[in-house]
């Protein structure tokens, strides 16, 4: 058993140890993407791994080849992505998605990752195009 | 003490029908829920079926919150009055929400690997809601600890109840966090909808389903608390806690002499 003095400062140094290593890790977190906007003014971008998130533009979307190919945009500013691999079924033009990546020196991000990001919105599908087969 | 707490806690034959009774509500309401989320709600537009998990996934996280939220006011309760039976009831609800929590991550997990494309992100919601777990199964391991350390009762005992109960309210401080940690940082995970301030539109069916699931979830937890009290009562409760042996039925039945 450590006496009192020592066991205090032992796990005051824990806690430090705990918190740095969990801020460190929350840094990149708190803010889970970036914008266009944020991306393009920045001059260090291109340098890191960043995420990006936007709206899919409508009219955007085309395969080419391995390489899935679009546009995202966020107040006024816009991106194009290189998305190398499949994106979710649920990817859609008119959705949010974040792509994971660096942003290349020709002004295109090279993504190798892509997530969905839907809204707080919940309505029925229309009858008319049901979204899946087994709609009900 | 509430009243319902004490019937449905009561070691007595009215405590064992009141308990029946909220079995029965529990299980009709989970029927209900059952029912109208799987049948009578329609495919969300964007998500397909998949948004179904809402009415699992949610309710697991509201009423983890209420459990969580029933540990702060027991531990605070045991602070101020020194009734070991507040620090029993604070145990029982952070097992029940720490289960709750792991429900609610796994079914997010799987939802996430269905809509978002991802088991797991790195998201503000995701980070803090597994903070949220790892600080309440800290806070059961630390009741375990003390209890090991001086050798006396999980729930039974001061010397386990004190600091626990300071535990108990300080681990609320995560609560509010995960719930705004959509708000107030930029995350992957959606906003609230039924708790958003201006509530955004959710079809009436799925908002039904959803209340219906809430409450049948609730029942269910309510339900676990008063068995879960039922046994600690019977093996710690006695009106002072001797140190010769039982019975294992507890204080109904005497000691039989061999």
């Known amino acids: 058993m450590i006496r009192r003095p020592g066991r205090l400062a032992l796990v005051a140094v824990l806690l430090a140890a705990g918190g740095l290593l969990v801020t460190s890790a929350l840094r990149d977190t708190l803010t889970y993407y970036r914008t266009p906007s944020e991306v393009l003014t920045d001059p260090d971008a291109g340098r890191d791994r960043v995420r990006l998130g936007g709206e899919v533009v409508p009219g955007s979307l085309r395969r080419d080849g391995e390489l899935v190919v679009f546009r995202l945009a966020d107040a006024g500013h816009q991106v194009t992505v290189r998305q190398r691999g499949v994106p979710p079924e649920t990817f859609r033009e008119g959705e949010d998605a974040v792509v994971e990546g660096r942003l290349g020196v020709d002004g295109v991000f090279d993504a190798d990752q892509v997530v969905v990001r839907h809204g707080n919105e919940y309505r029925p599908s229309s009858p008319a195009h049901p979204e899946s087969p087994d709609a009900r | ?258």
């Open chain 2, 1 to 258: 003490m509430r009243t319902t707490t004490v019937d449905l806690t009561a070691d007595t034959a009215r405590g064992a029908a009141a308990r029946r009774t909220t079995a029965w509500t529990a299980g009709g309401l989970a029927v209900a829920a059952g029912l109208t989320g799987g049948l009578l709600a329609p495919t969300d537009a964007t998500q397909g079926q998949a948004q179904r998990l809402m009415y699992l996934h949610v309710p697991a996280a509201w009423v983890a919150y209420l459990a969580f939220a029933a540990v702060l006011a027991a531990s605070t309760a045991y602070l101020i009055r020194g009734d070991l039976r507040w620090d029993r009831l604070a145990r029982a609800c952070a097992e029940i929400g720490v289960a709750l929590t792991a429900v609610a991550i796994g079914t997010g997990a799987y939802w996430g690997h269905l809509v978002w494309g991802t088991w797991w992100a790195w998201d503000s919601r995701l980070v803090s809601t597994a903070l949220l777990l790892l600080a309440y199964t800290g806070y059961l391991a630390l009741r375990r600890a003390l209890a090991e350390r001086t050798g006396a009762a999980d729930g039974g005992d001061r010397r386990v109840a004190r600091p626990a109960a300071v535990a108990g309210v300080a681990g609320f401080l995560l609560v509010p966090v995960v719930h705004f940690s959509v708000i107030w940082w930029r995350s992957l995970h959606q906003q609230a909808t039924i708790l958003a301030p201006e509530r955004p539109p959710i079809d009436p069916r799925m908002a039904l389903a959803l209340l219906l699931a809430v409450a049948a979830a609730s029942a269910g937890a309510l339900l676990v608390l008063a068995h879960r009290m039922l046994r600690l009562e019977r093996r710690l409760g006695g009106p002072t806690v001797p140190p010769a042996p039982r019975t294992r039925t507890g204080r109904r039945t005497p000691a039989r002499v061999r």
